[in-house]
């Protein structure tokens, strides 16, 4: 794949560490990962009694010995050959030195770690997905080192639910596995119409089917699996993750913008809200590199 050969992993030195290396080696040939930087940043590097007993081989709370006890552990886990790595650990804050590392490293891939149990509000991964210049994909603490048997892709028929769905053909092989949702809604106006809200609700459908196969001719596309659900009283993040558990997906696709483009949106409403709610389902925030930039330079100046 072409798309993720330079690589950023980011660390907290902790046992999820282990997780996010496993998952690196298992996807490097997978993806055609060319180099891999795996990164902590922290506001000190001074060494929690969790730190050290996750890499017991640390002497000292000094970067290098973090780096190295962190080197040590990929090599342990068989980073493959011709793959390159560095571990760099680093001072400051998390979110603006993660992002000015993958803009200066050229990075096309930013890997981070979701753990089973939340702990604060989820902000540095929701900052990261807004922020980063590149895709972000989340590696959950149980995701399995095998390959996914269900993609849920979200689509409403703009470019990005293009990309999504070519980037799962790629990475499936099995058009099969791949799973389309479209959240469709009544309008409150329908009353107007004269038409029941069932009438119009049918209506709706009826359209949204039509845009469906509208969207996949006109992208080339087979025609995948496709559920359409008609958006309730909740948000539509709460409704994709409600589907998610009952269709058993075990992989997100889902593109960082919708149909509403701003210049001021770094990332949709629905993947901010999904990157919220989800730390179950391995999840990939799909992004066109560097879309994100000019915006971060004139709000950083990095």
């Known amino acids: 794949m072409k798309n993720f050969k330079k690589v950023l992993v980011g660390l907290d030195l902790s046992p999820m560490?282990?997780?996010?290396?496993?998952?690196?080696?298992?996807?490097?040939?997978?993806?055609?990962?060319?180099?891999?930087?795996?990164?902590?940043?922290?506001?000190?590097?001074?060494?929690?009694?969790?730190?050290?007993?996750?890499?017991?081989?640390?002497?000292?709370?000094?970067?290098?010995?973090?780096?190295?006890?962190?080197?040590?552990?990929?090599?342990?886990?068989?980073?493959?050959?011709?793959?390159?790595?560095?571990?760099?650990?680093?001072?400051?804050?998390?979110?603006?030195?993660?992002?000015?590392?993958?803009?200066?490293?050229?990075?096309?891939?930013?890997?981070?770690?979701?753990?089973?149990?939340?702990?604060?509000s989820g902000s540095l991964s929701k900052r990261i997905a807004q922020k980063s210049p590149c895709s972000v994909l989340f590696i959950t603490e149980d995701m399995s080192l095998s390959l996914p048997e269900n993609y849920m892709i979200p689509i409403d028929f703009s470019a990005y639910s293009t990309l999504s769905l070519e980037?799962?053909?790629?990475?499936?092989?099995?058009s099969q596995k791949i799973k389309c949702f479209h959240i469709y809604e009544v309008p409150a106006g329908y009353t107007k119409t004269g038409k029941t809200f069932e009438e119009f609700s049918e209506i709706m459908l009826n359209n949204a089917k039509r845009d469906y196969d509208d969207f996949i001719a006109k992208n080339a596309l087979p025609k995948f699996d496709c559920t359409f659900i008609r958006k309730s009283d909740r948000n539509r993040a709460k409704i994709l993750m409600k589907a998610a558990k009952g269709e058993e997906i075990d992989f997100i696709i889902i593109g960082s913008r919708g149909r509403t483009d701003s210049a001021s949106?770094?990332?949709?409403?629905?993947?901010?809200?999904?990157?919220?709610?989800?730390?179950?389902?391995?999840?990939?925030?799909?992004?066109?590199?560097?879309?994100?930039?000019?915006?971060?330079e004139a709000l950083f100046r990095v």
């Open 17 to 120: 560490d282990g997780v996010l290396i496993q998952h690196t080696v298992n996807m490097a040939r997978f993806l055609g990962i060319e180099s891999v930087h795996f990164v902590h940043v922290a506001n000190d590097l001074t060494l929690s009694e969790e730190i050290t007993e996750t890499y017991p081989n640390l002497l000292d709370s000094t970067d290098e010995s973090i780096e190295k006890g962190v080197g040590d552990t990929i090599v342990q886990a068989g980073f493959p050959e011709g793959v390159s790595f560095v571990v760099e650990a680093k001072k400051g804050n998390p979110t603006e030195t993660i992002i000015k590392h993958a803009k200066a490293n050229d990075i096309d891939l930013v890997i981070m770690g979701r753990k089973k149990e939340k702990k604060g």
């Open 167 to 174: 980037l799962a053909q790629e990475v499936s092989n099995d």
């Open 265 to 296: 949106i770094l990332i949709g409403s629905v993947a901010e809200k999904l990157i919220h709610l989800n730390n179950k389902i391995p999840m990939l925030i799909l992004k066109k590199k560097g879309e994100n930039m000019h915006f971060l």
